[in-house]
């Protein structure tokens, strides 16, 4: 069976050019969540989506990010301009939902902004 | 207060030995309890939920206790396949059911 699928799994950018990260969640999973990682903060959730709903964009560092999920298959996350600071791994992650869901990530996208 | 926090790492074991990792939680209506496992350079992968009665899966073993907010995760006989970093992770049912991921502690198991 397919895990989360993300595209692309590296990407190296010039500071302020716009970035868009893609995920495919498992087929029947309906919720989905970005989280982002770096070695100072650690795993941060970006945002959720619960039947492609967004629940919870807290995370969501400033205006430069947003997410979409138009039908329950496909996410992307968008950063527009990208800046330096945004260079970590974004993970995408899908689980059944529930209190005692499990969630499975997809690989990550490895972003670099130069 | 970071809501999900770890013992600071890195842990450097040897072979065959037994080593714990505690983890403390702030909201006391948190509900579900999971560690994940993460390997360089990969994604986290789940490893066990954790049960309020404890519960134990080969060589590992994780407890809850609810009144101290804390977790813990003992590994026996570690092996070098057991290094990787080990993720603390709380479901609370008020936020939504979001998942929030503690720093992580870094296992090194050695020869």
């Known amino acids: 069976d397919a895990g989360v699928i993300q595209s692309p799994r590296h990407e190296v950018t010039e500071m302020g050019q716009e970035v868009t990260l893609r995920c495919k969640p498992i087929s029947g999973h309906n919720s989905l969540f970005w989280y982002r990682q770096t070695m100072m903060r650690g795993l941060e959730l970006l945002i959720y989506?619960?039947?492609?709903?967004?629940?919870?964009d807290s995370g969501m560092p400033e205006d430069r990010f947003s997410a979409k999920m138009p039908n329950a298959s496909f996410s992307t996350l968008k950063i527009q301009p990208s800046e330096p600071r945004d260079s970590a791994v974004y993970f995408c992650a899908s689980s059944v939902g529930g209190i005692r869901n499990t969630i499975y990530f997809g690989e990550g996208s490895w972003l670099t902004v130069v | 207060r970071k809501e999900v926090e770890q013992d600071p790492g890195p842990f450097n074991v040897p072979e065959g030995a037994t080593v714990a990792f505690n983890c403390t939680y702030s909201?006391?209506?948190?509900?579900?309890f999971f560690w994940y496992r993460q390997d360089c350079r990969k994604e986290p992968k789940l490893l066990m939920s954790v049960y309020s009665s404890g519960n134990e899966d080969g060589r590992f073993t994780a407890q809850l206790n609810r009144a101290s907010q804390y977790i813990s995760l003992l590994i026996r006989d570690s092996k070098l396949s057991d290094s990787a970093t080990y993720l603390c992770v709380v479901n609370t049912a008020n936020q939504g059911g979001k998942l929030i991921f503690g720093q992580g502690t870094e296992l090194s198991v050695k020869p």
């Open positions: 989506f619960n039947n492609n709903v967004p629940i919870d």
């Open positions: 909201n006391s209506a948190s509900q579900s």
